[in-house]
């Protein structure tokens, strides 16, 4: 160090002991009786500033950013089979093969049909199907029921109810005309999102649940009784169309078409997309107008017409498979306790909207 010293230039050897000098001249700063260094102390004001900035930041997002959703649901028990064998067993132990009309049903699902299930007879394949869809479909009402509950409680804190929902920045404050949470107009916000819906009305006649036989026939109908490529592959069992990247390509899919067939992660994934589509897709009005004057799976089958490019053939075969099946016997039936599960409102599935 001597030498690389020795061997400056004369100019600046003595221009950094200027700032030396400098720097030992500037006046010293204790915090108490102990001296402190400035340099650091200009360091941890820069950085409380900083972070004072991004707190401020962060604070003054909007407030449903914070909002987090209680998670009022309990896990439901799922059975994972590995053959029609084993569904059957399962079926069986579970308490879900002899089920009657009025009867508890216990709220088991099946993730998803055995890859084997076609080789069942046909009386034991329909009853298998039957009975695997059953609870799904229960559950899945269930938190449709629970959204319009906790909609209509919301409506039930205005003194003179909205006909219209607007949330933007020259609409109503919600939270001061009505006293109401924040939690409460987010999820209001988001059941407009997720049934494209502002009108009071409108959203009345879509959050509401659909006969028990309705998804059993429409599923029954649309997978071969649990049996088909897009149900054994996918968890379709309403024949769903979609236009990402992520479906089952039909094949006999017309050339220049871009459909796929939905793939879901279960079959409960699977009636919760039907349900969602048959009360927010504006083909489905006609059925929606329907159940507001009756919940007859036959009478809501007529507004149908636009499921299928068969239209009326369809319908008619539809109505066939609920009467000569019975299956408006399970409209009876009941979803046993599980938890609290009956109350549950599966808020997830608002942040995640097709």
Not at 113 to 119: C, I, N, R, V, Y
Not at 225 to 235: I, K
Not at 292 to 318: C, K, P
């Amino acid at each position: 160090m001597d030498y690389l010293a020795s061997n400056r230039p004369l100019d600046e050897t003595l221009e950094q002991d200027k700032v030396v000098a400098v720097k030992h001249d500037e006046t010293p700063i204790y915090f108490g009786k102990k001296r402190i260094d400035s340099g650091m102390v200009r360091m941890v004001s820069g950085l409380s500033l900083v972070m004072l900035f991004f707190l401020v930041a962060l604070l003054t997002q909007p407030s449903s950013v914070f909002i987090r959703f209680p998670q009022n649901y309990h896990t439901v028990p799922t059975i994972e089979v590995r053959s029609a064998e084993d569904l059957l067993r399962q079926l069986k132990a579970n308490n879900l093969w002899e089920v009657q009309a009025f009867s508890e049903v216990p709220a088991v699902l099946v993730s998803k049909f055995p890859g084997d299930m076609p080789t069942l007879d046909a009386p034991t394949q329909k009853k298998a199907f039957l009975h695997v869809l059953l609870p799904a479909a229960m559950i899945a009402l269930s938190e449709v029921q629970a959204e319009r509950v906790a909609f209509e409680k919301i409506l039930a804190k205005f003194a003179q109810p909205p006909k219209h929902l607007v949330f933007n920045l020259n609409s109503p404050d919600y939270a001061q005309l009505a006293g109401l949470t924040q939690n409460e107009v987010y999820l209001l916000q988001n059941l407009c999102r997720k049934y494209r819906a502002n009108e009071v009305a409108d959203l009345r006649r879509r959050i509401s649940p659909v006969p028990v036989s309705l998804i059993m026939g429409q599923g029954a109908l649309e997978s071969g009784w649990g049996g088909s490529r897009f149900a054994l592959e996918g968890n379709n069992l309403f024949g769903i169309w979609t236009w990402n990247k992520k479906g089952i390509i039909p094949s006999d899919r017309e050339e220049g078409k871009a459909h796929s067939v939905a793939a879901y992660a279960s079959l409960l994934e699977s009636v919760r997309a039907y349900v969602l589509m048959i009360n927010r897709v504006p083909a489905y009005n006609d059925l929606r107008n329907i159940r507001e004057e009756t919940m007859d799976s036959l009478a809501l089958a007529n507004g149908l017409q636009r499921y299928s490019e068969r239209g009326s053939d369809y319908v008619a075969d539809l109505s066939h498979l609920i009467r000569s099946n019975d299956l408006q016997n399970y409209d009876q039936c009941i979803l046993a306790e599980n938890g609290g599960m009956q109350g549950r409102i599966r808020v997830a599935s608002l942040a995640n909207l097709r």
